[in-house]
């Protein structure tokens, strides 16, 4: 966060707790660089738009970062925010700070309905792109050129359609516009299903001659259109396969070093190069289809990568030039197609020089930010794409829209690029901007979310010698995960912990992790079943791994009733069931169980509960912990004191639990909030009486605050995540913490997996 909050912490706990994060975050850096000379980009600075809004707007109204650029300096970043219908600037000459600087509003230069498309600067002046259309078939926009100094406006070019995005050759001679035309989705053409084309007006590309770069007065438009005068197809456009030539719909344009402009054609699945000099096209290619296998293709809760995509159309979206050669697309697709990977042409013959195929969704299923609910529909869906050279190495950057990150490639052989890392981002990562003098490379985010506190925001990441922060925990074999919402220790194994998925996949399944290596790693996945070998959906939120073998699990209901305990074998095997008392089930709602844990003495196995929120009957504000004995099969029930909140919208609950003995819980207690909101991320200690307390009695546990978790959550500088809900104490005596990423539904996706440090100082 631009601002990092430090919320309320006793001293001793917030030393402990920073030291502790940072170094597990220094560790990780350490052992990956060794002995390699290779760079990475690490993330310095996650700054919500919102907070650049003008005077007087409600926070929660809809603010967006779509398309970025930067002043030639690389200090001060200029955004489009399309849903406030405005332009803003952010000072990002502090990396790991950045600074809001105001908007402005289009309202100022023209309509309040005008809407900003995209954006780039030509030395001291920044050109705005606007769309001023009055409908589909009335399309219209201009370019208005401000003057960086003051933000006023000293020129405005009529564009002759809609526009959308924009780009400037390296030598600042010629600026380019896609003028799309866009379709609409919901009109049917003659002949045509609802959406189809032809909708004309045909879209072209309007090329800038800067006669002199420092003088817009001197700049003159010229448009190339991709039609005939007549309407009619060109020649070059049937020849390469172009799906219905004669509506053209440019979607991005980008120069080459040497000044050639490539542009595609997304719902025309083709790319066009244009000589700007010239302004004569010189080569029309199609982007081709694409057959990916391994890949999930059902929205139906599993992570199953056995399915394909055949002769789909790649219908790129953003493109970019790797050199004067070769050129990348990201296949984001639209109305028909899209690949979920990216691909390398060869400008000279509009071949295919190299395609990731299922790269991109694997890469998303490894580090837990597989989109299940997009399984269905094009997938990670990359959109943006951006090139540059850090430091002597050409990378290309590749952004998914749907699962929250960028990959990042060597590009020094365009033929074989090379995977080199992932960055998360928050949600909808559209503009991808390359900042080499600095450095750094930023990511906006279109993404907003009020309503859930999911905002839209601006990454900064940094490139250097540390290794990747990022991911924290990942897992191999192709093993689907996400939702670590419960973690427990596995007895006898010194670096293996277990956690458990919840609703969001079914069937359930149990996660081995390795935390001997970093980042930590998922290597094994137990599925649960029944006793008839039938596989289980459960909405398990704690799990605890049993000396005796097997597992418990807490299972939440969707009402009172439905919570339970389920005991299962190590193989995974239903056991047993254990229901609630019908008194407290009665005066449960949507949230009961969260966490289990337990101990084994000379007394027997008794297991420990967490219910979230209070049971109906209970004192306001008072949360229950309940203890199981599994010999007499009875209950025990204590009440535990939950912070108050005063912000609306969000209430105060435990999560889990973990035992720390002897008679002593360790629990987890958050609030509902994220991002820069968030306050309470914390865990406690109580301290269980010696003696039972009477039938009926729910005497309130003294507690002791061990650790304020925020700032470890904040160290990461992305996005704090709401729901702290893993805990466990390790066979290596560590204090292990994740996040649920709530299989990113009203989430960023990223998942926090890190140790606090020994247990035996934070629970002293």
């Known amino acids: 966060m631009a601002k990092k909050q430090t919320g309320v912490r006793a001293a001793a706990a917030l030393t402990i707790t920073a030291l502790a994060g940072t170094a597990f975050v220094a560790a990780s850096a350490q052992s990956a660089s060794a002995g390699t000379k290779q760079q990475f980009f690490n993330r310095t600075d996650t700054y919500p738009v919102y907070q650049n809004r003008p005077a007087g707007d409600a926070v929660a109204d809809e603010t967006v970062a779509e398309i970025s650029t930067v002043t030639q300096d690389g200090k001060t970043m200029i955004y489009t925010d399309a849903a406030g219908k405005r332009i803003g600037f952010l000072d990002i000459s502090d990396p790991d700070q950045v600074k809001g600087l105001g908007t402005l509003s289009l309202k100022e230069l023209g309509d309040s309905e005008d809407e900003p498309t995209s954006v780039t600067v030509v030395g001291d002046h920044v050109l705005v792109v606007v769309n001023t259309s009055k409908s589909y078939t009335e399309p219209s926009g201009r370019v208005d050129v401000i003057r960086l100094a003051d933000r006023k406006r000293v020129r405005s070019i009529d564009l002759g359609g809609q526009p959308d995005s924009i780009a400037v ?6 600026v380019a516009i896609a003028i799309e035309n866009e379709r609409d989705e919901e009109a049917t053409p003659a002949g045509g299903e609802e959406g189809d084309l032809p909708q004309l007006p045909a879209g072209f590309v309007q090329i800038l001659d800067l006669k002199k770069a420092s003088d817009p007065a001197t700049w003159s438009a010229h448009r190339v259109d991709l039609v005939n005068q007549d309407g009619s197809a060109l020649k070059s456009m049937v020849a390469a396969g172009i799906d219905t030539p004669v509506d053209p719909e440019p979607e991005y344009v980008s120069f080459s070093e040497s000044g050639n402009l490539a542009v595609t054609l997304q719902e025309n699945n083709g790319i066009v190069l244009i000589d700007a000099a010239s302004k004569k096209i010189t080569k029309v290619f199609s982007a081709g289809q694409a057959t990916v296998k391994g890949i999930d293709v059902e929205d139906d809760g599993q992570i199953d990568q056995t399915g394909s995509i055949v002769d789909l159309p790649r219908e790129p979206d953003a493109v970019s030039w790797l050199d004067d050669r070769y050129l990348a697309t990201a296949n984001e697709g639209d109305w028909k197609g899209g690949t979920r990977g990216w691909t390398v042409f060869d400008s000279r013959t509009g071949k295919i020089s190299y395609d990731s195929g299922n790269e991109l969704e694997k890469l998303a299923i490894k580090v837990g930010l597989h989109s299940e609910s997009r399984a269905d529909n094009k997938g990670v869906e990359p959109e943006g794409l951006a090139t540059a050279e850090f430091n002597g190495t050409k990378y290309a950057f590749v952004g998914s829209e749907r699962s929250n990150f960028v990959a990042v490639y060597d590009v020094d052989k365009p033929k074989k690029p090379k995977f080199v890392q992932v960055l998360p981002t928050t949600n909808g990562p559209e503009g991808i901007l390359p900042i080499p003098s600095r450095g750094l ?10 309503d859930n506190g999911v905002r839209s925001a601006v990454t900064l990441f940094k490139i250097g010698k540390q290794a990747p922060a990022f991911p924290q925990i990942e897992s191999k074999k192709d093993i689907g995960w996400g939702t670590l919402g419960a973690l427990s220790a596995v007895p006898g ?5 277990v956690s458990v998925t919840d609703a969001a996949y079914s069937p359930t399944g149990i996660l081995t992790i390795d935390t001997s290596r970093t980042p930590a790693v998922i290597k094994k996945r137990l599925e649960v079943r029944d006793a008839d070998g039938k596989a289980v959906g459960l909405d398990a939120e704690g799990i605890y791994a049993r000396p005796q073998g097997g597992y418990w ?15 299962v074998d190590r193989k995974g095997v239903v056991q047993k069931t254990v229901a609630l008392p019908a008194d407290v089930a009665a005066g449960l709602k949507s949230q009961g169980f969260e966490g289990v844990t337990a101990s084994t003495d000379k007394n027997g196995e008794h297991v420990y509960v967490v219910v979230q929120r209070e049971v109906s009957t209970d004192p306001k504000g008072v949360a229950r912990i309940g203890r199981y004995d599994v010999k007499t099969g009875k209950w025990t029930w204590f009440g535990y004191q939950l912070e108050s909140t005063t912000t609306d919208g969000d209430w105060i609950g435990l999560s889990e639990v973990t035992y720390v003995g002897p008679n002593r819980l360790a629990v987890i207690e958050r609030d509902k909030l994220n991002g820069p909101n968030a306050k309470i991320k914390r865990i406690y200690t109580v301290e269980l009486p010696k003696r039972d307390p009477k039938a009926g009695a729910l005497p309130v546990l003294p507690k002791k605050l061990a650790v304020d978790v925020l700032p470890a959550l904040q160290s990461t500088n992305g996005w704090t995540q709401e729901k702290l809900e893993g805990m466990t104490v390790g066979g290596d005596g560590q204090v292990y913490i994740s996040t649920d990423n709530d299989a990113l539904d009203d989430s960023t996706g ?7 440090g020994k247990a035996s100082k934070l629970f002293k």
């Not at 050759?169 to 010629?174: E, T």
């Not at 194994?493 to 912990?497: I, Q, T």
């Not at 990223?750 to 606090?756: G, R, Y």
Request: hydrophobic share 35%; aromatic share 2%; no cysteine.
């Open 750 to 756: 990223e998942t926090v997996f890190m140790k606090l």
């Open 553 to 567: 699990l807490a299972v939440e209901g969707a009402t009172g009733p439905e919570n339970k305990l389920v005991q």
């Open 441 to 450: 490379l930023a990511v906006s985010s279109e993404t907003d979310e009020a």
């Open 493 to 497: 194994k010194k670096h293996e912990l």
């Open 169 to 174: 050759d390296q030598k600042r001679r010629h």
